[in-house]
């Protein structure tokens, strides 16, 4: 199946500081979904992002899908950015669809 | 607030019990899927249902079971339960197509002791 690969694993970073993750894949992807997993458990969509450039906010999401990688700009990071970070992506079509998700960064901001 | 309701929000139940997890997705969607988030395997998908019927599976064991009701909810049941089937249970529902965005539910926390 295919591999998804983030990095860094962790990350930690001073308040105000910015920082880019990385989502590295194997295959081609019909879609690409990045997520902030709370302190709580909560999987919070950030980007649905097959490929091109998407900005909400302080963040920014850039998919360059012939490289086969994404990249997740958080700028100005703020103690609630802390959480963990997972890009997912789907292939295959009909009974073969399946969203694999990578293994994550978790990203610590400090006061 | 994603839409994707989930409950109960934790269970703690013992070996060799069987449990079933409730999943409302977002007002229209008709695709609903499951995954199960552990600390060994990650986030895994388990299964997905579209309008009542079976549409892909993943790493889903013979033990669980799921279904969808004719108003969209849909259970999974896990049976004989082993202490590694604690986990983290989400929910995500769409619109239909698998490559359209999916909506993911807070997720019900299970324990087996």
């Known amino acids: 199946g295919i591999q998804v690969e983030q990095s860094p694993p962790d990350l930690i970073l001073q308040e105000g500081a910015n920082s880019t993750l990385r989502c590295n894949f194997s295959d081609s992807v019909n879609n690409l979904q990045w997520f902030h997993q709370n302190p709580w458990g909560q999987l919070i969509n950030l980007f649905y992002?097959?490929?091109g450039t998407k900005q909400n906010g302080r963040l920014s999401a850039t998919t360059v899908a012939t490289e086969r990688y994404s990249l997740l700009y958080i700028s100005s990071s703020q103690t609630t950015d802390s959480g963990v970070y997972f890009c997912a992506v789907g292939k295959g079509g009909g009974s073969n669809y399946k969203l694999t998700f990578g293994k994550g960064t978790l990203l610590t901001v400090n006061p | 607030d994603s839409g994707v309701t989930q409950t109960p929000k934790h269970l703690i139940t013992a070996t060799g019990q069987r449990v079933t997890l409730r999943c409302s997705p977002r007002s229209g969607d008709l695709s609903v899927y499951w995954y199960q988030q552990s600390l060994d395997q990650g986030l895994q998908f388990l299964i997905q249902?579209?309008?009542?019927?079976?549409?892909a599976k993943g790493n889903i064991l013979e033990r669980f079971s799921a279904q969808q009701f004719p108003d969209l909810h849909s259970e999974l049941n896990l049976s004989s339960l082993e202490l590694g089937d604690s986990a983290l249970y989400f929910c995500a529902s769409n619109s239909g197509g698998p490559y359209n965005e999916q909506f993911f539910g807070p997720g019900t926390r299970l324990t087996v002791l």
């Open positions: 249902y579209y309008n009542g019927e079976e549409r």
């Open positions: 992002i097959p490929s």
